[in-house]
């Protein structure tokens, strides 16, 4: 299958208003430009100097979301060129990169990262702690930043029934903080979840984004 037939199988699938970012880490930029000629637009991207490479040899119009842990020493770079960046996952990141984009007027949406997942190795809040930030008022009063939703990755696994008590712990977790944090803002809608061996389960479960790599571009070459 060519990466536009995957494009087409895939949103095919998608019910209207999920998003479909296509994961383009560690391919060459001619495969995102196949996916950019079959008319994908959101691409997405693990590593600061990756999306800062890629992006001023893409179009213009391309969305580029950020989704891999960003190194404070970092923000600055990608700040350019970042529409949205998923993987927020203290209340120190938003702050930082709330001020790298004021730092060049730019106005950045981010996603705040849970970690629902059993493996240690991912980041992002726990439930516990989003919940904490929010009621001591991490997530207002932001300049250049609008939090448009939560992300989070699943544990690796077989189990389907694992994956989906996950996927229903993130949804549960952003209608709390949609009802009691960020009421009457509509802005606040987004739920990133969904993997090439887990989106179907996702989007039962109320994704907004899917993030795909594999099912889209192929194994990735490391
Ligand atoms: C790599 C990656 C994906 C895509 O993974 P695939 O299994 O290739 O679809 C999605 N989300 C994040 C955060 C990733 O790092």
Known sequence: MS???????????????????????????????????????????NRAQELAAKAPQMPSDVEWHFIGHLQKNKARMIMPWASTIQSIDSTELLQLVNKEAA?????????????????????????????????????SNLSNVTITGMMAMATFTSDMEQVASEFEQVHDTFVKLRDNYFAGDERFKEISMGMSNDWPIAVQHGATLVRIGTDIFGQREY
């Open 3 to 45: 990466i536009a037939q995957n494009i087409e199988r895939i949103t095919a699938q998608l019910p209207q208003g999920v998003k479909l970012v296509a994961v383009s880490k560690f391919h060459p930029i001619e495969r995102l430009q196949e996916a950019y000629a079959a008319g994908q637009r959101i691409f997405g991207e």
């Open 103 to 139: 730092r060049i007027d730019r106005h950045v949406n981010v996603l705040l990262q849970l970690h629902v997942a059993k493996e240690q190795t991912k980041s992002g809040f726990t439930v516990e702690e989003v919940l904490k930030a929010a009621s001591e008022g991490a997530f």
